[in-house]
């Protein structure tokens, strides 16, 4: 063993035995104190009398038996004047060919129609702001360089082909009818 190798043992083992005998003395825990805090919270504020209120909204009338599906649906808009083709009765539905179903990952199949395309944004939200104006449900979806106005979605197409053609008479717009999806 060289000397040099020698005074590195003797220098580990000074460590080793100082680093036993400090450690302890260090790490005791005598040298904590726990701190005392003044508590600064206010009491607790008395809490109300409980208050009864009664009901504002009627009952709902006892209605045993199904509304008649060959009946116009009437729909009150309050404070808001809704256009006469939207106050139309509701279409009759061929139940063999309108039966919402399923697609194959199992989301409802619904359809919109899709009113017009324009370049500008500002003519899709004049025409959106005129639809909805006259009660129709109108979204505008952005393209990579088209701005397209839908109304809808429905689940049923025919409700669709009967607005298509509404619209076709009120607002000499076109229109398809496409799958609505949500992207």
């Known amino acids: 063993m060289t000397d040099r190798q020698k005074k590195r043992l003797v220098g580990a083992a000074a460590v080793i035995v100082s680093a036993l005998v400090l450690f302890p003395l260090l790490l005791d ?73 399923l697609d194959k990952e199992q989301v409802p199949v619904a359809w919109t129609l899709q009113l017009a395309s324009f370049r500008d944004e500002a003519n899709a939200h004049a025409l959106r702001k005129e639809l909805v104006a006259d009660g ?11 701005v397209r106005v839908f109304v809808g979605p429905d689940l049923q197409r025919t409700r669709l082909e009967q607005l298509q053609g509404r619209l076709k008479r009120d607002y000499s717009l076109e229109g398809m009818i496409v799958r609505f999806t949500t992207q």
């Open 29 to 101: 825990g005598s040298g904590y104190r726990e701190r005392h805090l003044s508590e600064r919270i206010p009491p607790a504020p008395a809490l109300p009398a409980p208050v009864d209120i009664e009901p504002v909204n009627p009952s709902l009338p006892d209605t045993p038996d199904p509304a008649d599906p060959a009946a116009p649906a009437v729909v009150k808009v309050p404070d808001r004047q809704v256009s006469p083709a939207v106050e139309q009765a509701q279409p009759v539905i061929d139940a063999t060919r309108d039966t919402p179903a």
């Open 136 to 146: 129709y449900k109108v979204y505008i979806r952005h393209g990579s360089d088209l």
